[in-house]
């Protein structure tokens, strides 16, 4: 972080704290060699967050991964592609605001269950059937996949 007034590169930190949207950090800089003090907004380093699994393993967090559970749960359904990225784009910054290095897939699952709830109740339902009982996203969506046909073919009958 260079100083705004001498370009000196050397400055310490004086204040920080997260910006409202989270993704990024208001800091109070305070150069070492002309002594006046600047405010930067620094994009959080997104450090890998890894998902821990009911089993206990864990797998870095994947944002595409929840887009598609997302995706899987509105099909068919009318929900647009914007309204998906939001959703989508609001669990990833749950996530990170949390701060913590870890996060489980429980609360993920609760906190994309809240979006969707907020969005459609079909899409809710389907995801909130059968997200519990999986340790894996893989698995789950396996099965999300397998209702929705299901559902379909009963409305085509
Ligand atoms: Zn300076």
Redesign the pocket.
Same mark, same amino acid.
């Not at 100083?3 to 000196?8: D, E, G, V």
């Not at 150069?31 to 006046?36: A, E, I, Q, S």
């Given at each position: 972080m260079k /100083?705004?007034? +001498? %370009? /000196?590169t050397e %400055?310490k930190v004086i204040d920080s704290r997260p910006t409202e949207e989270s993704s990024s950090i208001r800091r109070r800089r305070e +150069?070492?060699? /002309?002594?006046?003090r600047f405010t930067t907004y620094e994009k959080i380093e997104l450090l890998p967050l890894m998902v821990v699994k009911r089993d206990g393993r864990r797998e870095p967090f994947d944002v595409q991964k929840i887009k598609a559970g997302i995706m899987r749960a509105c099909e068919k359904l009318p929900i647009s592609m914007q309204q998906i990225d939001e959703m989508t784009a609001s669990v990833e910054q749950a996530a990170y605001a949390s701060m913590d290095a870890e996060i489980s897939t429980t609360r993920l699952g609760d906190m994309v269950m809240q979006e969707l709830k907020a969005v459609n109740d079909v899409a809710y339902v389907r995801f909130a059937a059968v997200y519990r009982l999986f340790t894996d996203i893989g698995d789950f969506m396996q099965e999300l996949q397998r209702l929705v046909e299901e559902n379909a073919q009963k409305q085509d009958e």
């Open positions: /100083c705004q007034y +001498c %370009s /000196c %400055s +150069c070492t060699n /002309c002594g006046r």
